[in-house]
């Protein structure tokens, strides 16, 4: 998967954080550091942490070809 | 009279009558993103113009000690300028009600608590609690959603994560139960209501305060514990009041919201057999599917702030020491914000809804009501057979701000 | 338009989302992204942060879109010239390619150190693309004993930062008296310089290098006042120079600050006028703001590279009039130091800044600037949740300072920013 956060559109609401605990991690207040490239295994919780920003800051595209490997 | 300058459409929202469906007052409101009615208070019911005041620092969420704001006789004014005032004194107010920079101290001790880690740990806990529920309703052809899961998962969950002994969960529903009648304004007409609050606020406070004293003695893995015994480098050690202010608050605010959350949620679902169905085909729906019921049938309707200073917005000035209402649930109907905004899409692009609100109050207990509701659905989609309802629309609690059925009574073949 | 060939010259976050844009909003012809690089568009800001820290891997960073994206892609081909009356790009490997439409998106490089045989010393590093930061990130896995940071900018406070969190020993030498002082001014900048301090940072401001020294590997710089600052790690951090030597002899209106573009991003050429076919945006366009005067600016701001690739690729479509003029609110962040900064506006120009919400002392704080008594930016430091408050200011030019009388809000006197002057720059 590619993921990448509007860093401009964050607030650090943290919700990501808790929906994807292993790929979305806020350091100090508010600095958001998140991994760009998670594997397809984490689509749910990935999906979960798009859904559950409320300022809707997340964007991913689903490696097609990765997945069907996978 | 024209639509945008009845200067009652607030109270009408506050109107029992319109419980059911309050939606076409939203709509009548939205005309002036922010009116003025006629006892002085300010609505705000459009998206942009909520979204702008929610993050203008002139609004304030100060809950002021009585000494501070003798009453006016308004009872909606003086609920909203100060909501607890019967049993808050100027120490035992809690975060919500809490402007900076006492309210960022506060809730950072609060989230420094609500650990990642902790509320992971409750979604499989979560899970088996929904079960249990269902089990115990196993055979039977009706089904109480409020009763039989909605209203007691959510206290259950509260109470594990603070740390208070299953024992004592019983008190803690009836006190929940009675603490939420305090949040509505139509509280004050009523005398006994007031008396009956008062008490429970003690006793509440009473046990907090023990059981605070407990956890110093002997901290356990548990919110309350860490609340206790933690040292936050700026604000130090909470004070007594000040824990058991919090205590009550995340008690309070995590038992109404999220019964209406999982109540309005199965009851926009049965009105949508077809997203239903979806849902059971597809799990992983859950989460579009809530992001959708926060905007569609929010759990919360609407909070009350006061102006600090004069706020032009929308158009209008809110003078200073206006009482001022955020209405979020007409915000997320806003059609300038979301197209076909009265169709319930779990599909929607850009939801940014205020279903927790936003900006420094941001719902602090958001990720475990999405696990809470992800639990309930998913498990209610999958396993209750055939299910109808028995009484559309179902009968609804007081509350106009926390809005939710009474009960809500299905019919089913069983429980798979 | 919806059918012909639309070129992009670069295959950036600017050219990427122009492209997307392109296709979300009809266009079915056929669509070339040119990219210097041989990567796919990747994403820039971690690398001054979380791929020098290790924590994100320098290839990780591939922006989502590219895989859905229709499109043909030339990478690792410059573009090396223009042909406006054939309409017609150059590619250095020879390919003419034919368009109706083309955006240009070369966006900008890091400015050199200026003597070119002290650049080559190795051990001198720039930073600005993927390869920069793991060329950077392999030279930081050596443990240099010291690393000397030439420039107190974004690029070079974050790099400081990453760095430090490394455990490396770090000099930042800057001529300003604060770090960030061009774009934040030194009042908020001297806020940034003492967390930089507190972290260890051997921070020489008012100081300026002026040679790198060393046989083959560079081991010391020295300096104007005619000390030396022993480093064996360089990081040039300078600032960034625009790409468009490629359009040398094009006939359009460019040079190292930009590519001059009207507010429908179409390219002007000499006497000002624009092309009707050929766009800009991103990092290269340098259009007028309306918010700031119709004065031309050239942002090098993720935002701008997003919003701007969208808007030029509806003017190719759809017309310049359908558009209107480009006037999205800039906006940047930037991660250091255990700070999370904002910024929504333009400080340029600014004669006065207030704190008007929260405290340095508290650590968290929002800065507003005024410009002849209006408001024309805001910054806030860990403190994201204030900042949206002052859109509606920034954009209506309120008096300054617009809000007053809100919680958490000291008396707020303002003082001249400490902005350094244009010329001095």
């Not at chain 2, 506060?106 to 740990?121: D, E, N, P, S, Y």
């Not at chain 2, 209501?193 to 059981?211: K, Q």
């Not at chain 3, 050199?112 to 392999?138: I, M, Y």
């Not at chain 3, 002899?249 to 001059?260: I, N, V």
């Amino acid at each position: 998967m590619r993921v990448v956060v509007d860093l401009n559109r964050c607030q650090a609401y943290a919700q990501c954080c808790y929906a994807a605990p292993e790929r979305f991690v806020l350091q100090g207040d508010e600095i958001l550091v998140y991994d760009p490239a998670p594997p397809a295994s984490d689509r749910a919780a990935i999906d979960r942490a798009v859904q559950a920003c409320p300022v809707r800051a997340i964007r991913v595209e689903h490696d097609a070809l990765a997945e069907r490997a996978a | 009279m024209t639509d945008a300058s009845d200067g009652t459409l607030f109270a009408q929202v506050r109107d029992s009558a319109n419980r059911a469906d309050p939606y076409p007052l939203y709509a009548r409101l939205r005309v002036r993103p922010v009116a003025r009615q006629d006892d002085g208070t300010f609505v705000a019911s459009g998206y942009a113009a909520i979204r702008a005041l929610l993050h203008d620092p002139r609004v304030s969420s100060e809950d002021l000690p009585p000494a501070e704001h003798p009453p006016t006789g308004n009872p909606v004014k003086d609920w909203i300028v100060n909501p607890l005032k019967d049993w808050v004194t100027d120490r035992h107010r809690p975060f919500i009600f809490r402007d900076p920079p006492d309210h960022g101290l506060l809730r950072r001790q609060v989230m420094g608590q609500f650990t990642i880690a902790r509320v992971q740990g409750m979604k499989r806990r979560t899970e088996g609690l929904v079960a249990q529920c269902l089990e115990r309703c196993a055979g039977s052809r009706h089904f109480d959603l409020v009763d039989d899961l909605a209203y007691p998962l959510p206290v259950t969950v509260i109470c594990e994560l603070l740390g208070v002994p299953r024992e004592d969960e019983p008190r803690f529903h009836a006190w929940a139960t009675q603490l939420a009648t305090a949040l509505e304004p139509e509280s004050r007409h009523d005398e006994a209501l007031r008396a009956r609050n008062t008490e429970t606020f003690d006793a509440i406070a009473d046990y907090m305060r023990d059981l605070i004293r407990e956890k110093r003695r002997a901290p356990r893995d548990d919110m309350l514990s860490g609340l206790a015994t933690a040292k936050d480098p700026q604000a130090g050690r909470m004070s007594d009041p000040d824990l058991i202010a919090t205590a009550i608050l995340l008690l309070i605010a995590g038992h109404e919201t999220t019964v209406n959350l999982i109540t309005n949620g199965m009851l926009t679902l049965l009105r949508r057999p077809r997203e239903l169905a979806r849902l059971r085909a597809d799990p992983e729906r859950a989460p579009r599917v809530i992001e959708e019921l926060l905007r569609y049938e929010p759990p919360v309707h609407f909070r009350t702030r006061v102006a600090r200073a004069p706020i032009p917005v929308a158009g209008t000035v809110i003078p200073e020491g206006a009482p001022l209402v955020l209405l979020f649930a007409a915000g997320n109907r806003d059609p300038a914000r979301f197209p076909d905004p009265d169709r319930f899409d779990p599909d929607r692009a850009d939801n940014q809804h205020f279903g927790f609100g936003g900006a420094l109050h941001y719902c602090v207990g958001a990720p475990l009501a999405r696990i809470e509701a992800e639990a309930a659905l998913t498990a209610l989609a999958a396993r209750l057979s055939n299910p109808r309802l028995a009484e559309d629309p179902p009968p609804y609690r007081p509350g106009a701000s926390l809005r939710g059925p009474k009960r809500l009574l299905l019919h089913i073949d069983g429980i798979g | 338009m919806r059918d012909g060939t639309i070129v992009v010259a670069g295959a950036s976050l600017a050219g990427l989302r122009g492209a997307e844009a392109l296709r979300a909003h009809g266009f079915a012809g056929r669509l070339i992204l040119v990219g210097d690089e041989p990567h796919l568009a990747y994403d820039r800001p971690p690398l001054s942060k979380h791929v020098l820290t290790g924590e994100v891997a320098p290839g990780a960073t591939t922006l989502p879109g590219v895989g859905a994206l229709e499109a043909e892609w030339r990478l690792g081909v410059k573009a090396l010239g223009l042909d406006r009356a054939g309409r017609t790009l150059l590619l250095a490997d020879g390919e003419r390619l034919a368009f109706d439409r083309l955006l240009i998106a070369t966006g900008a490089r890091a400015r050199p150190w200026p003597a070119p045989e002290e650049a080559r010393l190795s051990g001198v590093h720039t930073l600005r693309s993927r390869d920069d930061a793991a060329s950077l990130a392999a030279g930081l896995a050596a443990r240099p004993r010291r690393v000397l940071i030439l420039g107190a900018g974004f690029i070079g406070c974050e790099a400081a930062s990453s760095i430090r969190a490394l455990g490396l020993p770090v000099t930042v030498v800057d001529p300003e008296p604060a770090p960030l002082a061009q774009a934040l001014g030194s009042v908020i900048g001297g806020f940034v310089a003492g967390r930089m301090e507190a972290a260890g940072v051997d921070v020489r401001l008012g100081a300026r290098v002026t040679h790198l020294e060393g046989d083959r590997a560079v081991r010391r710089a020295r300096l104007a006042d005619g000390g030396t600052i022993e480093a064996d790690l360089v990081v040039v951090a300078l600032g960034a120079v625009r790409n468009t030597g490629w359009l040398a002899g094009a006939g359009l209106r460019a040079d190292e600050g930009g590519l001059s573009s009207d507010g429908a991003c179409r390219a002007l050429d000499e006497a000002g006028r624009p092309d009707e076919a050929i766009f800009a945006a991103g990092d290269v366009a340098r259009f007028p703001h309306p918010l700031y005067g119709h004065r031309p600016v050239a942002l090098e701001h993720w935002g701008n590279a997003v919003a701007q690739g969208a808007h030029a690729a509806r003017a190719m479509l759809h017309g310049a009039d359908a558009v209107g003029a480009y006037a999205e609110l800039p906006a940047f962040w930037s991660s250091q130091f255990g700070l999370n900064i904002k910024s929504l506006g333009l400080t340029e120009g600014a004669d006065a800044v207030a704190i008007v919400q929260g405290s340095p002392r508290a650590g968290r704080f929002l800065a507003v600037y005024g410009r002849a008594g209006r408001t024309i930016a805001a910054v806030s430091v860990n403190a994201g949740r204030w900042l949206p408050a002052y859109e509606g200011p920034i954009r209506d030019g309120a008096p300054f300072p617009p809000i007053t009388g809100g919680a958490d809000q000291p008396d707020p006197e303002p003082v001249p920013p400490g902005l350094p002057s244009r010329e001095a720059a």
